[in-house]
């Protein structure tokens, strides 16, 4: 997929359109984008610090909606991957503090946003391409008791990339997403 000045075109095998944003926890975790992703051309770059884990540190998170029109105050709606025969996607990240654990979201559509389906990597390092099918992301995925069904991979709204808290410590990142390549289910 490709993207200039924040936003994605439907130009790619999943018609994925939307924008890029970052959001972070109410606790001392912070996200920048270096430059900003409306002036920033192909690059989305973010940096910042994740807090040490507790009840308001979580994480940071630089992300896409998967189904958004452009324009001003549009919003994000479901994207239909199953649709599209998509069975995952890959991504590379670049820089010189790629965190080496990234937690993948997918939010989905009408859900609120407390329902996390995720995936947890570890073993992330610079330029090194890591793949997520969507039937390895599983609800609540962070915590090891209770149930973990598969999303819905009719109802993505986002994609999400989470610098998770640590409960060793803060965490420092500032890394770039150089890639993300759709994988087909074909």
């Known amino acids: 997929m490709s993207w200039q000045n924040g936003y994605i075109d439907a130009s790619n095998i999943g018609a994925i359109k939307g924008y890029w944003h970052t959001y972070h926890d109410s606790g001392s975790s912070t996200i920048n984008q270096s430059p900003s992703f409306a002036a920033g051309g ?27 029109a452009a324009g001003t105050s ?19 990240l670049s820089g010189d503090q790629v965190p080496s654990t990234i937690q993948v979201n997918l939010k989905v559509n009408g859900l609120p946003d407390t329902t996390t389906y995720c995936s947890k990597l570890t073993g992330v390092a610079s330029n090194n391409a890591q793949t997520v099918s969507l039937g390895s992301v599983t609800l609540d ?23 998770p808290s640590s409960s060793s410590g803060v965490t ?3 890394f770039c997403v150089s890639s993300v390549q759709l994988l087909s289910s074909n």
């Open 74 to 92: 549009t919003v994000a709606g479901a994207w239909d991957a199953t649709a599209h025969n998509i069975a995952g996607f890959r991504f590379t």
């Open 42 to 68: 192909a690059s989305i770059c973010v940096w910042g610090n994740v807090g040490q884990s507790s009840a308001s540190n979580w994480g940071s998170v630089v992300a896409f909606n998967t189904n958004q």
């Open 141 to 163: 995925c962070f915590n090891a008791s209770g149930s973990h069904p598969v999303v819905d991979a009719t109802k993505i709204e986002a994609i999400q990339f989470q610098v």
């Open 172 to 174: 420092q990142f500032n």
